[in-house]
Every structure is written in structure tokens, then in C-alpha cells.
């Protein structure tokens, strides 16, 4: 069975500075796939990041960068200058390979970012 | 990325209606979709995962006669909700995987209230 923790429910950052949300994961699997993604006020995920579980480095997209740190089960997101647009919730999310790809999904962090 | 979009994006209907909601892979074709439900401040949890030409494979505690799910093409899937009751109301939410590719996209959810 996999299991996502995010242990953060809700964290303050200041524009411009960087942040960190963190995801731990649980899995036999050795094959897996890591995802972020947020999730404004008005509903929509929006995709962030994605880390193969085979993957040798940490994925970076734009100011999205994944810490994966296999040994520790950890894929943390870090957020760099923080804009006040990434005020939302932000879900990680683990793809289980064995069960048709279906995603099982962290408890979310509310990011708020001050101006 | 790939375009998901569901509608309606917003309902209310009377306890004991029922309610059909469409999640349509815009510009890619997508033999699996999955349905997720949202409570408030909670994370999305997978309803069912949609299985175009096949029945769908619903999570444990899903009624299958209350969801009913149907995947009739490869861009087109339907989720209706059978004489719905005030503890439906949720944000529902879909999403599709390009095959071949490791990330879902998600529409942009169906906010339901059932009065």
C-alpha cells in the first residue's frame, strides 16, 4: 500500500524568498513516479513537476525544483522567489504503477505568500 | 500540456435528481480517466478510474450504482450522479493520461450543491 504525507497544513513565505513543502512517501514499489501539483481557490490542479523514481536528477521546472531523496523517501518542493500568484494548495501525489496509474494524493499544504 | 475539461462547472439540483458530469481530453486521446472527489479543505481522493470500452474499476466504498461511470470514446467520459443527496455535494474532479506519458492533467472540476 503507498501512502503520501505532508506534514505542513498550511505555511507563510515572503515574496521573493524561496520555500520548501515537504513530501514524504511510503511504497514496496520500485518503480514510481512523484508529482506536484497546486491547486488556486478556484479549483483547478495545475501540474507542476514530476520525478521518475529512476530518475538521477532532481527534476527543476522553471522556479518549481523536486529534492528527491530516494534513501529518505522524501521529494520536497521547493518554490524559488515566491510570487504572491503561489498562494494555493499545493498536493503531492505518487503514481502506483501497479494499480493502472491511478495517483494517491498527500493531504495538501495551503502556501501563502506575503506581500 | 494537454487540455481536460469537464462540465458543468457548477450545479445545484434538487435531493433525488440525478446529475451527469463530462470530462473531455480536448486535444489527445485517453483510454483511462480517473474521478476524484474534493470535500472541503480536504485532499482529492480517487472516486473511480474509467476505462474506455470497459467497466469502470471503482474504490472501495464507491457505490457503482450511485456513480455511474461511462466511457464511451477515447476524449469522452461521463459521471453521473443517481438521485443525489445533500452529502454529494462536493467538487468533482476528473483527469486523463496521454499514453505513453507519466502525467494526468486534470479538468477543471464540477463544483456540486444538492439542496
Known amino acids: 500500500a503507498q501512502k503520501i504525507t505532508q506534514t505542513q497544513p498550511g505555511m507563510f513565505v515572503q515574496e521573493k524568498e524561496a520555500v520548501t513543502l515537504d513530501c514524504t512517501y511510503d511504497?514496496?514499489?520500485?518503480?514510481?513516479?512523484l508529482f506536484w501539483y497546486k491547486q488556486p481557490s478556484s479549483g483547478e490542479m495545475i501540474f507542476l513537476i514530476y520525478q521518475g523514481s529512476y530518475d538521477q536528477q532532481n527534476a527543476t521546472e522553471g522556479r518549481y525544483s523536486l529534492n528527491f531523496q530516494k534513501a529518505r523517501k522524501s521529494a520536497n518542493l521547493v518554490i524559488s522567489a515566491s510570487q504572491l500568484g503561489d498562494s494555493a494548495m499545493y498536493f503531492c501525489?505518487?503514481?502506483?504503477?501497479?494499480?493502472?496509474?491511478?495517483?494517491?494524493f498527500g493531504g495538501g499544504t495551503r502556501l501563502m505568500v506575503k506581500p | 500540456g494537454a487540455v481536460v475539461s469537464q462540465h458543468p462547472s457548477r450545479v445545484i439540483c434538487k435531493s433525488g435528481t440525478s446529475v451527469k458530469i463530462e470530462c473531455r481530453s480536448l486535444?489527445?486521446?485517453?483510454?483511462?480517466m480517473f474521478w476524484y472527489r474534493q470535500f472541503p479543505k480536504q485532499s482529492l481522493m480517487l472516486m473511480a478510474t474509467?476505462?474506455?470500452?470497459?467497466?469502470?474499476?471503482?474504490e472501495q466504498g464507491v457505490e457503482k450504482d450511485k456513480f455511474l461511470i461511462n466511457h464511451a470514446s477515447l476524449t469522452l467520459s461521463t459521471l453521473t450522479v443517481t438521485s443525489a443527496h445533500p452529502e454529494d455535494s462536493s467538487f468533482y474532479i476528473c483527469?486523463?493520461?496521454?499514453?505513453?506519458?507519466?502525467?494526468?492533467?486534470f479538468g477543471p472540476g464540477t463544483r456540486l450543491l444538492v439542496l
Open positions: 474509467s476505462n474506455e470500452g470497459s467497466k469502470a474499476t471503482y
Open positions: 483527469s486523463a493520461r496521454i499514453n505513453g506519458e507519466e502525467t494526468q492533467y
Open positions: 511504497t514496496s514499489d520500485p518503480s514510481y513516479g
Open positions: 486535444d489527445f486521446q485517453a483510454t483511462t
Open positions: 501525489a505518487m503514481r502506483d504503477l501497479n494499480a493502472g496509474n491511478m495517483l494517491t
